[in-house]
């Protein structure tokens, strides 16, 4: 049976710029190169071989919803949910209530927040 691991996750952009500014105040996350083309598009790394694209499409319609979204976790949920409240970033539970965290049925913490585009993000608890 073939086995699969998770490479990347591309997102739609209006402002490449934008979105690496943000993703790197959020995740701190280190900017790698585009080894694939010579396009606008930039890499940022998610550590472990597995990186976020983030592809400009200033003209293009970006719709979503929050049950499309992609999740990171953390070894400390309150830490991260400090540093979001340190940047004035708003995040929710799942039912959109504003500022507050979600204790899903396996006892796991986790935030929903968006992005410059209107991306989802869940970061919850990493199990120990």
Known sequence: ??????????????DVDVSVEFYQNIFQ???VKNTASN????WLS?????????????????KINKAVH??????DINVFIEH????NITYSDWLNTVNKDYIRN????????Q???GYWIEVNQASS
């Open 70 to 75: 992609f999740a990171l976790a953390t070894t």
């Open 106 to 113: 396996d006892g796991v913490k986790q935030v929903y927040f």
């Open 39 to 42: 396009s606008k598009t930039r």
């Open 46 to 62: 998610l550590n472990e071989g597995k990186e976020l694209h983030l592809i400009p499409r200033p003209n293009f319609e970006i």
């Open 29 to 31: 996350l280190e900017e």
């Open 115 to 117: 992005d410059p585009d």
């Open 84 to 87: 979001l409240n340190s940047l």
């Open 1 to 14: 049976m073939l086995k699969f691991s998770l490479n990347h996750i591309a997102l739609s952009v209006k």
